[in-house]
């Protein structure tokens, strides 16, 4: 695997599972240094651990990314410890889906703080440090959902179209800075959230209705996230790039 992240400094929320679990891995296998950010400060150190124990630097950081405070405490230890910060990464999520009328005051705050709130805050805290480096790489995952209706998906769907929206105008902001931003729109992919979410039945029509006849794995993503975040994607911004298997352009 190619080098092309050495020396660049990594900050990735929702790091100890899942796609940002993969995202890591592929971000140390490709020779960044890495912070992982987690609400569960005990999983994210041990995924720090098992990336040191490969020959990585790794860090973990326990917080609630739907506060501003967590990502200056992570984004200045990073800083403090390496002397740059170059990559930011919100991938942190919480999703419940349910009927319009369920809808409850607190499940509403948990997805649009954890989904909206963070990358608004992850984008202002992230994007003053690397400007003090010369420049940097802001990727949020969004998601297919961003362009589609999901059934009982009301709140998960507006929440990722605002982080579309949100990586265009950021996009058009920090440019002259020399910081891309950029957002993944996975389609299904094969998480722990989503066994909680999605059950067989709705796992088979899934992958019924996507053209490559197959869900999506969290190594799906974070390669593109690492192209994202290299230079290879260095004239790229404002972009919202499908990685979905054609679900989204199909009529199924």
């Not at 050495?6 to 599972?17: D, H, M, S, Y």
């Not at 919480?94 to 005051?105: E, F, K, S």
């Not at 579309?164 to 722990?192: F, H, K, M, Y």
């Not at 190594?219 to 290879?232: E, M, N, P, Q, V």
Request: glycine share 14%; charged share 15%.
């Amino acid at each position: 695997m190619q080098a092309r992240l050495k020396g660049k400094v990594a900050l990735v929320t929702g790091g100890a599972q899942g796609i940002g679990r993969a995202i890591c891995e592929r971000f140390a296998a490709e020779g960044a240094t890495i912070g992982l950010l987690d609400i569960k400060g005990e999983n994210a150190e041990q995924a720090a651990r098992s990336l040191r124990d490969q020959g990585a630097q790794a860090v973990a950081y326990a917080g609630d990314v739907a506060q501003r405070a967590t990502f200056e405490n992570a984004v200045q230890d990073l800083e403090r410890q390496f002397g740059r910060f170059d990559i930011l990464v919100n991938n942190a999520i919480w999703v419940r889906y349910g009927p319009i009328d369920a809808i409850t005051p607190e499940t509403l705050a948990r997805m649009t703080g954890t989904g909206f709130h963070s990358v608004v805050w992850g984008t202002q805290v992230g994007a003053a440090a690397m400007a003090r480096s010369g420049g940097g790489s802001i990727v949020n995952i969004a998601s297919a959902a961003g362009f589609l209706g999901i059934p009982s998906g009301m709140v998960y769907c507006g929440v990722k179209a605002g982080v579309l929206g949100l990586t265009r105008s950021a996009a058009v902001d920090l440019g002259p800075q020399g910081i891309r931003v950029n957002a993944i729109c996975p389609g299904s992919v094969v998480t722990e959230g989503v066994r909680i979410n999605v059950n067989p039945d709705m796992e088979a029509k899934r992958i019924a209705r996507t053209p490559l006849g197959r869900l999506g794995q969290v190594g799906d993503i974070a390669a593109a996230a690492s192209f994202l975040a290299s230079d290879d994607s260095s004239f790229v911004t404002g972009e919202s790039l499908l990685v979905d298997g054609g679900v989204t352009h199909a009529l199924l």
